[in-house]
């Protein structure tokens, strides 16, 4: 089954305690994508990746990281969580030879930071 | 400042009725318009989409209307079914820059009642 799969699906942690999320795709797609989920914004972007070692940021990078190692796998990563990273978060796939506009998304991590 | 502008953020309707969800936006380089349908507990999906050049698109019940010169989109959901119970997105791409290839809006939750 084609699918994007993430882990955990719910985290409580504390201010400070270093995390990862980790997302990843057996559709052998090019491009992925974390976004987070806020009541009234919608869903916003962090950081995309284009292809294996290539990755930039989104509408708001600021206290995440990511790589992408390998093309199935692209972690989402809290150096140093705060209370406002308290957020529901998708990871997301599009292959590369369609028009990105159809992504898919996983099933979301729901963080508490305490 | 959200570039897609969304409403409304709640909608109640009757089984049977018309759902009707608007977006506007301002940026004129956005060249397609989808929208994507969450689940409580899942993530969004496609659910359908259109480009500027084409004023309607009809799939099943749903229909998007875009009216390219007042910078607004819609989905209206005809004969709404309890089924159809989700958070909507609506969503834009910039042509072919890459990286922020989809700005969503704030999201409408919709009930329909049985």
């Known amino acids: 089954e084609a699918q994007v799969t993430q882990n955990p699906r719910y985290l409580i942690t504390v201010t400070g305690k270093k995390l990862t999320v980790t997302c990843s795709q057996n559709?052998?797609?090019?491009?992925m994508s974390w976004y987070r989920q806020d009541p009234g914004l919608g869903l916003r972007q962090i950081y995309y990746?284009?292809?294996?070692?290539?990755?930039d940021k989104g509408d708001v990078p600021e206290g995440y990281k990511v790589s992408r190692k390998e093309k199935r796998n692209f972690p989402l990563i809290l150096e140093s969580p705060s209370p406002n990273q308290t957020s529901l978060y998708f990871c997301?796939?599009?292959?590369?030879?369609?028009?990105?506009?159809?992504?898919?998304f996983g099933p979301g991590t729901r963080l508490t930071v305490t | 400042q959200q570039q897609v502008k969304q409403s409304p953020q709640s909608l109640i309707v009757q089984k049977g009725g018309i759902s009707i969800i608007n977006c506007a936006y301002e940026n004129t380089a956005f060249d397609y318009f989808p929208w994507y349908q969450q689940f409580p507990g899942k993530g969004p999906a496609l659910l359908i989409a259109?480009?500027?050049?084409?004023s309607e698109k009809k799939e099943g019940r749903f229909t998007i209307s875009f009216n390219k010169s007042a910078k607004q989109f819609s989905l209206h959901i005809m004969d709404s079914q309890p089924g159809d119970s989700a958070t909507y997105f609506c969503?834009?791409?910039?042509?072919?820059?890459?990286?922020?290839?989809?700005?969503f809006g704030g999201g409408t939750r919709l009930m329909v009642k049985p």
């Open positions: 969503a834009a791409r910039i042509g072919l820059r890459a990286g922020n290839m989809l700005t």
């Open positions: 997301a796939s599009a292959s590369g030879r369609s028009n990105l506009g159809e992504q898919y």
């Open positions: 990746s284009m292809n294996v070692e290539v990755t």
């Open positions: 559709m052998n797609h090019e491009y």
């Open positions: 259109i480009r500027p050049d084409v």
